[in-house]
């Protein structure tokens, strides 16, 4: 009987020459039409692959390139006792790194400004100490190719009055308007003028830390309605200054903290800038109704000099708006001209806020419609939270085929560092 060997499967054998090729894939000579099954169904795969493999080629941009398209994104963990990364911080980047990541950008980190962190157990990015353990960090991670940023962050008004951990407990939150971004009342005294340029130049120093530690870049954390939010969202920013307003006028303390941030870093070290629509409690909140009022927002960053920006949606195959398709990092890309990162619920069924609010577990989800869209050019970079926080190697499974060895991401994943 004559074996057919359909194309793309080889025929193995044991050291005994018993064939070890799987039944399915032994047949008596077939028809023509059999023949033409089997080609079409290897073509099939063959795209598949070739259109998954967009997501592990490099990229390049005018001043950051990264092995792979996939960016693991800023994810709170808790772990840094007294504002310290320790060595399992370091253990747990590089362990992403190793396996098809392309770039990290790390954990929210903090600038010195005495009310910016909301917890001790978040790390913190300036000090001896703190900076010290970030050099670990990027030393683990550049024992790979894999680049990485960290984020810097001050949560504003979003830090409690009191509560276990908190640093300086003595210290009120501060804002653009002191509203409390839950309840939406003045729970605070505005930021004085003197307070915003000492929170300007916090992050500035911190840049250049960054810079000088040997990060490739630097993630500024404008999103989930957190302190620079907070002066772009119109709820949590009733100033009448110059740091108020309108949307443009609203995007004045940003800009600031670019330019800032460009002045400390010079002209060639990445900028990569995030926000959000949404915030955090507020998921229908919007910033831009309109293409036109997005472009308007954008202008201002854009010009004080973000090189990237990171577009934090919840669910990245949403529109952004009515009667196109693009999420928020599309238009964002369309409008700027520069790169962008796409986010939300990559690789899995369901947002995020299921792991806080009681919701189902995540389920995974194919990634062939993310690849697609990243093919057709509609963003650049896509960042993979949920499910490379549950399995380091997510995105190799995903690359070589291996989806059902990937551990789903469930509540407890949060509370550990794997």
């Known amino acids: 009987m004559i074996q057919f060997q359909p194309p793309g499967i080889r025929d193995e054998r044991d050291k005994t020459g018993k064939c070890l090729t799987p039944v399915r894939f032994r047949f008596p000579c077939p028809a023509a039409s059999e023949i033409t099954f089997f080609t079409f169904m290897n073509a099939q795969d063959e795209l598949k692959i070739r259109d998954m493999e967009i997501l592990f080629q490099p990229f390049h941009s005018r001043k950051l390139s990264t092995p792979t398209h996939i960016v693991l994104p800023a994810m709170t963990r808790g772990f840094s006792p007294n504002g310290v990364p320790t060595d399992q911080v370091a253990a747990y980047y590089k362990r992403r790194a190793r396996h098809e990541v392309g770039l990290i950008i790390t954990e929210g980190t903090f600038i010195d400004e005495p009310s910016a962190s909301p ?88 840049a250049a830390d960054a810079k000088r530690l040997g990060f490739d870049g630097v993630e500024l954390h404008g999103a989930h309605g957190y302190l620079i939010d907070q002066f772009f969202w119109k709820e949590t920013n009733r100033r009448t200054d110059e740091y108020g307003g309108d949307l443009v006028g609203r995007t004045r303390f940003a800009s600031r903290i670019i330019h800032a941030v460009r002045k400390a870093v010079g002209s060639q070290f990445p900028i ?48 952004e708006f009515e009667g196109s398709r693009l999420n928020l990092a599309g238009w964002t890309r369309k409008l700027t001209g520069k790169p962008t990162i796409s986010v939300g619920s990559v690789g899995l069924k369901g947002d995020f806020t299921n792991a806080f609010d009681g919701g189902p577990e995540a389920e995974a989800a194919s990634v062939e419609p993310l690849a697609e869209r990243l093919k057709a050019g509609e963003f650049d970079l896509i960042a993979v939270g949920r499910a490379l926080l549950a399995d380091a190697e997510w995105a190799e499974k995903i690359r070589h085929a291996r989806e059902k060895d990937i551990h789903l991401f469930t509540k407890e994943d949060l509370k550990t560092l794997k």
């Open 272 to 319: 990569i800038f995030r926000f959000s629509q949404w915030k955090t409690g507020h998921y229908n909140a919007k910033l831009a109704y309109t293409p036109m009022e997005l472009e308007a927002f954008l202008a201002p960053l854009t010009d004080a000099g973000v090189d990237i920006f990171d577009c934090s949606t919840r669910r990245f195959w949403e529109p």
């Open 119 to 206: 917890s001790s157990n978040y790390p913190n990015f300036f000090g001896g100490a703190s900076l010290r353990g970030w050099k670990k960090v990027l030393e683990a991670v550049h024992t790979t190719d894999c680049k990485i940023a960290p984020q810097l962050w001050h949560v504003g008004m979003a830090r409690p009055f009191k509560g276990e951990n908190l640093p300086n407990p003595e210290l009120p939150p501060i804002g653009p308007s002191g509203i409390d971004v839950n309840t939406l009342e003045q729970t605070a005294e505005p930021m004085s003028i003197a307070k915003i340029e000492e929170v300007i130049n916090a992050f500035a120093r911190a």
